[in-house]
């Protein structure tokens, strides 16, 4: 319901209160992710990205996962180096800057060249889950604890891999729906 005064794009919620409609909220986060020319130049990294932008994928994914509106400052990227110690044969690896707070996801250039539409909607999913856990971490200065998120905490502590053993546990529902709105 719109409430006299309240403005464009924004409803009434239950409170009574004027807030931003949630697709506003979603083209906001969606247009504030950065995206570096390797990115903004590739055809199919742009094709794909615009039609999860078209649907809010990435937004209602990480909504669902987070059970909160995603916040990370992210950057997309595409890169042919991974010698630094990564896996060459991975699909993308997300990174976070403590300092500036900027989380950078970087997509393999050959995985690109090769993945389905689908396949790197799903990557694409996986590496801003991975962005908004560490967002978590950044917001607490890189210092996890059971006060104050509990749940990465003990995962943390359990599994050497804790993002993935995280978000195996959370976020596979939440994925199929997003890979479900491609199609």
């Known amino acids: 319901m719109v409430k006299p005064g309240c403005g464009a794009d924004f409803i009434l919620d239950e409170n009574g209160d004027c807030v931003l409609d949630e697709a506003k909220l979603a083209d906001i986060w969606e247009d504030d992710i950065c995206q570096t020319n390797e990115f903004i130049s590739n055809t199919c990294a742009q094709n794909t990205w615009n039609l999860m932008k078209e649907n809010n994928i990435g937004y209602e994914v990480l909504k669902e996962f987070l059970r909160e509106s995603p916040i990370a400052d992210l950057c997309l990227d595409i890169s042919s180096d991974y010698s630094c110690g990564d896996n060459p044969d991975s699909n993308g690896r997300t990174s976070a800057n403590l300092r500036t707070h900027e989380i950078s996801i970087s997509f393999n250039s050959l995985y690109i060249t090769n993945a ?48 993935h053993n995280q978000m195996a546990e959370f976020y596979r529902d939440a994925i199929v729906e997003g890979l479900r709105s491609t199609t």
């Open 116 to 163: 389905s539409e689908i396949s790197f909607v799903r990557t694409i999913l996986h590496e801003m889950i991975h962005a908004e856990l560490y967002r978590k971490i950044i917001s607490v200065g890189g210092q996890i604890s059971i006060h104050n998120y509990p749940g990465i905490y003990d995962f943390y502590r359990r599994y050497k891999d804790w993002s």
